[in-house]
């Protein structure tokens, strides 16, 4: 009865960690890139959304984002 319960089990716990570590992963991966992003351009990305209410950039780095989010998930995934 217990080695049964085991063999049921394993696979979902297996499960849980592999979906915290890519999780993990995909943070730190899109962590950096945002970073990236706000070293590249010439301009305070902080100030331009926060205190200028800058709704184009807003949009634009929703977008970047987003495919970023795309790249992130199709490295992982293969």
Partial sequence: MT???LLLVAPLVEGVIAVAVYTLV???LFG???LIINRV???SLQKELV???????AIVMGALIIAI????????TG
């Avoid at 989010?69 to 992982?76: E, L, N, Q």
């Fill in 69 to 76: 989010a795309m790249i992130v998930v199709a490295a992982i």
């Fill in 41 to 43: 351009l010439p301009f």
């Fill in 51 to 57: 205190e200028e209410h800058n709704t184009a950039i």
């Fill in 26 to 28: 995909g943070l730190l």
């Fill in 3 to 5: 080695l049964t319960l």
């Fill in 32 to 34: 950096v890139s945002y």
